[in-house]
């Protein structure tokens, strides 16, 4: 059975920083490509960033510079280092696991971004 759990999430004012971790298991993690979606309120989810095994990395525009995804095949989890948050970084986090056409996703968790 595969699990992706997200941890981390949490309030946080304008300027400061959250680290996510999603713990996989049932799966063989090193052969995923590992990415973080959000989804604000009254909007659709969007792809954050990606990360494949040999330790390439892509960012949505809206975040590059700003977050960090990584990966420990080791643990098989996938970190997003989160900082100089805006309020409009405010969202459910989702953990997204993808091998060819198959997609896995864990629960989310709630990133708010306040003063």
């Known amino acids: 059975q595969v699990q992706l759990v997200e941890s981390g999430g949490g309030l946080v004012q304008p300027g400061g920083s959250l680290r996510l971790s999603c713990a996989t298991s049932g799966i063989i993690f090193s052969r995923y490509v590992m990415a973080w979606y959000r989804q604000a309120p009254g909007k659709q989810r969007e792809w954050v960033a990606h990360?494949?095994?040999?330790?390439?990395?892509n960012y949505a525009d809206s975040v590059k510079g700003r977050f960090t995804i990584s990966r420990d095949n080791a643990k098989n989890t996938v970190y997003l280092q989160m900082n100089s948050l805006k309020l409009e970084d405010t969202a459910v986090y989702y953990c997204?696991?993808?091998?060819?056409?198959?997609?896995?996703w864990g629960q989310g968790t709630q990133v708010t971004v306040s003063s």
């Open positions: 990360a494949i095994s040999g330790g390439s990395t």
């Open positions: 997204n696991a993808r091998r060819e056409i198959v997609d896995n």
